[in-house]
């Protein structure tokens, strides 16, 4: 009954109006979300030797400001590498109380696109429960779009997710996709909305999910579709061929908003466009396997609001070469800030300390603040998923913009790109692979008007191009040479998307891959 949506709305309303009213400065939030992190860790192999109990005496009882130039000085900085071979793999090996307090059941697999291997991130219970409690916040925060109908809160919510069948390891913890191992718990009171069950949830071949979710979607009355850009519209494309109708409304009427995440829209939404048959409330969600760490929470917003108060503490590292090297990687001893010491349009990498054990953990991303007042961020990219072979400095953020002016300009749809850096003669040069859905794309006119954007929205780019960097290559592929890549590499579905940047030993078997599956003349 559209009664129940109605009531169910105006409480989202009244919600946010206290909620609103009730914050404190995001300083404090911080300060408050540090201290219970350091007050439940502090028995734990890691606070005992990191003497959290001075720590959280100085947060209490000390002068202000003291407690972070304490912290800073007492904990070290990590990357996944260190964390783990120091720390998370006593908790992996059975041991109790290391970095968190008891034991840790299950593992967040990364998509490990850009690395050897997967990392494997402890997800805790206090995680579990504080993603919970973000995801309902971001529920809640629908309350401020005016527009949605009072029945939209009665209708399904499709999550596209990892598989829940997780995979076990030898001393009884479990390991898969964040997604799949937060559905397996989701609350017994969302189960009646949430879509596609847990039996097709617990689907490991992502073929063959997204053929069982097409076989039964026109059963659904789905008003919410959560999940990474690339996949939904995959799973879009496949429900409107087999039911033959020109777009996804008419199976779901009632679909109104999207949720995403994972990487920028802005590629897709061109595509994404043309499978609906009305608009659509997109919202953007910033869920990582470290946590939930941002979401949209207000129409319009051009940023994501950090979570502040909830089992997240956030530090920020300037993203320069003071502070990381060519490749991306972390210096010595950086310069990290507290939230309200950074600055709005500066680049920034991103340090958390978690309800999971993560202890000063460099997660990767980079982001820059666009309101500081609302704590409100944007994602540029990664650390690691940059070029800057001789000072062009280009950000994942300045390649996405690109892309999507290039792309409404020659009346294209890119779903996927990367790009590497690569020698050329004595000097450097990129090369580009840019899938489209359209044939005959000429990748002469698509370099040109994609080197000409790239040097207008990044000024060092602009110069390195009269000077080392020399040439732009494009080859246009088909949106399928990435999923089979993806593929091959077991990273296909889920929360897993293609790396913006190949760097070193994967750029050679990109290229041996394309051209064993003949995308590209050996």
Known sequence: ???????????????????????????????????????????TEFGEKYNFDELLSTILFGEKGAFYELYKRTVPVYDYNKIFNEWWHKSLEGDKDVC??????YYALSSGTSEAASKQIPVTKAMT?????????????????????????????????????????????????????????????????????????????????????????????????????????????????????????????????FAHGGVSFEPYRKGFEKLLGKPMTYINTYLASEGFIAYQSRPGAVGMELVCDNGLFFEFIPFTPQNFDSDGA???????????????GKEYALLLSTCSGAWRYLIGDTLKFVDKSRGEIVITGRTKHYLSLCGEHLSVDNMNKAIDLVSREMGISVKEFTVCGIEHGTLFAHDWYVGVEESNVDAEVLKQKLDAKLAELNDDYAVERRHALKEVFVNVLPNQAFYHWMESKGKLGGQNKFPRVFKKDLIDDWKNFLKTEGYIAP
């Open 100 to 105: 968190w307090p008891g034991t840790v059941k």
């Open 1 to 43: 009954m559209a009664l129940v949506g109605s009531l169910l709305k105006k409480g989202i309303h009244f919600s946010n109006i206290v909620a609103n009213r009730r914050k404190a400065s995001l300083h404090q939030q911080q300060k408050k979300t540090l201290a219970k992190l350091l007050a439940k860790a502090r028995y």
């Open 129 to 257: 429960k504080a993603i919970q409690k973000t995801s309902i916040r971001q529920i809640l925060s629908l309350g401020h779009y005016k527009d949605l109908p009072p029945d939209l809160y009665e209708k399904g919510f499709l999550m596209l997710s990892g598989s829940t069948n997780l995979n076990p390891h030898d001393t009884g913890s479990l390991a898969g996709d964040l997604s799949g191992i937060q559905i397996q718990q989701i609350p017994r009171w969302f189960r009646p909305y949430y879509k596609p069950g847990q039996k097709i949830a617990a689907q490991r071949d992502w073929g063959l999910k997204l053929e069982e979710i097409t076989r039964v979607a026109s059963e659904w009355d789905i008003g919410f579709v959560v999940g990474v850009p690339a996949w939904i519209q995959l799973l879009f494309e496949k429900i409107i061929a087999h039911y033959n109708v020109k777009n996804i409304h008419e199976i779901w009427p009632n679909l109104q908003v």
């Open 330 to 344: 972390m210096l010595d001893n950086p310069e990290t800030l507290m939230i309200d010491q950074v600055e709005e």
